[in-house]
Nanobody, 115 residues
Framework: QVQLVESGGGLVQPGGSLSLSCAAS????????MGWYRQAPGKQRELVAS???????NYVDAAKGRFINSRDNAKKMVHLQMNSLKPEDTAVYYC?????????WGQGTQVTVSS
């Protein structure tokens, strides 16, 4: 069974940067599309970035030009470099498969953008 552990969140000022990481266990990781999702208070969880097994990426419009999604299949890691952060990026960020399994989410990592 795959487990996903997110890290790297924190408090950052507007315009700052953060780098999130996701460590996966299990042998099937490299075959699947992986995504970064976020859930802001009072809002539904949304997919903000995804990356295929070969490294092709897609981003929600709000993330384009600011976020960079990458993965290392050998190390079973997914990363999200977030630049030019805005207060509206404040949320709990999760990594998961795309589409996500029905009953599994990691603990997420909190990102707070505030002055």
């Amino acid at each position: 069974q795959v487990q996903l552990v997110e890290s790297g969140g924190g408090l950052v000022q507007p315009g700052g940067s953060l780098s999130l990481s996701c460590a996966a266990s299990g042998s099937i990781f490299s075959f699947y599309v992986m995504g970064w999702y976020r859930q802001a208070p009072g809002k539904q969880r949304e997919l903000v970035a995804s990356i295929t097994s070969s490294g092709s990426t897609n981003y929600v419009d709000a993330a384009k030009g600011r976020f960079i999604n990458s993965r290392d299949n050998a190390k079973k890691m997914v990363h999200l470099q977030m630049n030019s952060l805005k207060p509206e990026d404040t949320a709990v960020y999760y990594c998961n498969f795309v589409p996500p399994p029905k009953d599994y989410w990691g603990q997420g990592t909190q990102v707070t953008v505030s002055s």
